[in-house]
């Protein structure tokens, strides 16, 4: 399972209307609240972090144990970064594990 974490409220709001998300289909955990979805044969898991890295750290280690997740996708916004880079630049680091 894939995971996919998203930090702030207006974010998580609006993932929620994207796929058209019924409250009967959110659960609760203790850093917020997540949704399941299979798409392209992908079974994922959304969910709320909250702001700040030790929210993020939490929760996502909450997830993993949880649902077991093989990768974790952290989307949403980063504002300040560099002017050299404009409003919808999408950033994807990469880790090489040796």
């Known amino acids: 399972m894939i995971g996919v974490s998203i ?5 998580y709001d609006a993932t929620l209307d994207y796929y058209d998300v019924k409250a009967d289909e959110r659960f609760s955990y203790p850093y ?3 949704f399941r979805r299979t798409l392209d044969d992908a079974e994922l898991v959304f969910y709320s972090t909250g702001v ?3 929210n993020g750290v939490g929760a996502n280690q909450y997830m993993m144990s949880c649902f077991n997740l093989t990768k974790v996708i952290v989307v949403g ?3 300040g970064i560099d002017d050299t880079y404009t409003d919808l ?3 994807l680091p ?3 594990v040796q």
């Open 77 to 79: 916004t980063c504002a």
């Open 7 to 11: 930090a702030t409220k207006w974010e």
């Open 89 to 91: 630049d999408i950033f």
């Open 94 to 96: 990469h880790c090489a």
């Open 32 to 34: 917020g609240e997540y």
């Open 52 to 54: 700040r890295k030790a």
